[in-house]
């Protein structure tokens, strides 16, 4: 089940970093971000049930330390999973 609620952070990340103008997208993207750095109780519980301290998640993602994508992948998937087992 952790595996579930990891995704459910990956793809938070991916939304908030979204680049581009479509309409929905850029409306996902502001939800996103806002769910992150509001880190409100659903935010907390998700962060919970991966097994990840939210104000880690959230001081990394404000730091920009979640980026998209690096040479070997996904680097908030690496984070996420290092950081939860």
Known sequence: MRTLFIAVLQRAVVDAQYVGRNAESVFEKDRAHNWIIDGGAQ????CMYAGVNHEWFREQYIAGNMKKRT???RQAQQMLTSRAA
């Not at 935010?43 to 998700?46: A, G, L, N, Y």
């Open 71 to 73: 040479p070997r992948g």
């Open 43 to 46: 935010f907390q519980t998700v």
